[in-house]
DNA sequence: TAGTGGTCTAGACCACACA
DNA sequence: GTGTGGTCTAGACCACTAA
């Protein structure tokens, strides 16, 4: 193990891939190798992993390296590192939700999971806009949700969840619980890693404001959200109309 | 150097403080102690650092120590790391804060920098609010800049700045700049290392759609900036109504 | 060719959690 | 006490940049 420019002996490392891709280190080579653990749901989520010592004399590379590859998969909120405890494959919790994606809180108090009421569910033809955004085939098919979200008693958002069919089979036939992302996980093995959200400022519809609660023409914030698996595919398309007297939108830039 | 839990001899690390605080690394005291020099102005936006080896030589630690704390200000924006070159200082040109602080894009193409016209400036006591944002006493003054921005032709912020006088003295003698977080570097040595925005919809005013050459009541995008400086100190407050019928705030949840 | 940051290794020791 | 991640070191070599 002396030789620098290498490629560790995995399936998914075809030789020469590092000449056509250029340059690749030994730690991007073993963190991609645990991508491929996760996505293959090897490493479930909250197991878990092999301790950096052990992972290393597995893999032939030194303890250093696979603590690159670890830490900057703890750095994406993949893995949760605890010293003196191990290293675990992240959750989709309430608690990593609230953190990570949901951005709407409260003027004053803290951020809270909001309640859901599931108001319809349809399937149909995917249209326009969800097949640009989920990279769907003409005539593939989507499963709507249409729920509303209340912070304490009143209903705040209200939003239509698109999902690929093809990747959710069977999930309208259950209840849709509050927590979607868990669901996609521990049922389907697929795992939201991040999320691209625009918003805009919208007035709201006679129906929207009826479901809401206030008046037509109230302005309310638009959220449309494409969730991205971990292998960065596309995986569910969120439209969320908010309503921000009381709450609002926190984003930090860093 | 054999020891370990020990603190490296510099006037900012009174002895002892690391039993107050708890354990803190090495590295961490080499990173504030940097920190320290970007805020003195010791090492002024754009300039280079000395290399790794010599850092390391100079406060009497490892290189590898020296890199964990260089990696972490990179990560943090404040350095730029260039293999090859060299280790520099982080600059607010156009391109940083287009990256780093200016979320609102056109739904087409991509991000620009927007074009400011300033409609007026006025020097006046803090209202509570802008103490309360800006940590300011009661009866201290804040300087208010009120301009619009425009992407292309339309102009599509309205935007409300209010920066404690005490901390800018003289600004509005001079032009305002478009870009005024170079400028606080350059005139005054502060330097914007985060900001904290909080959105929310709102419909405009008369005075306000008048302004924005729009329909009173329109929706828009109210956002509500707090920069902070390098210390985490308060340095401005900005109010912006952004239209969103051509343009979208984009927020990437990882 | 010289100098910089980037990678990799091996080994020691520290802080922390848990049984 | 034992095992885990976290820190620190020293040294070798690689990749990139510019003179």
Redesign the interface.
Known sequence: MTEYKREIALPSEPAGGAEILGFRPLYRQVKDHFVRRLVDGVWAPGTALPSEGQLAAELGVSQGTVRKALDELAA??LLVRRQGRGTFVAEHDEQRILF??F?LVPDDGAARFPDSTVLATESAEADPAERQALALEVGETVLRIRRFRSLGDKPVILETISLPERRFPGLANGPIPNNLYSLFATRYGVTVA??????????LSPEEARRLGTAA?T????I?RLALSLEGAPVERRLSL?L?EEA???????
Not at 219 to 222: C, E, M
């Open positions: 994406e909120n990570q994606f951005k991040h999320a691209r959200e625009k918003l805009k400022a919208v007035a023409g302005p309310a914030l638009l449309d908010c921000t609002h939108y926190q984003s930090d830039l860093r």
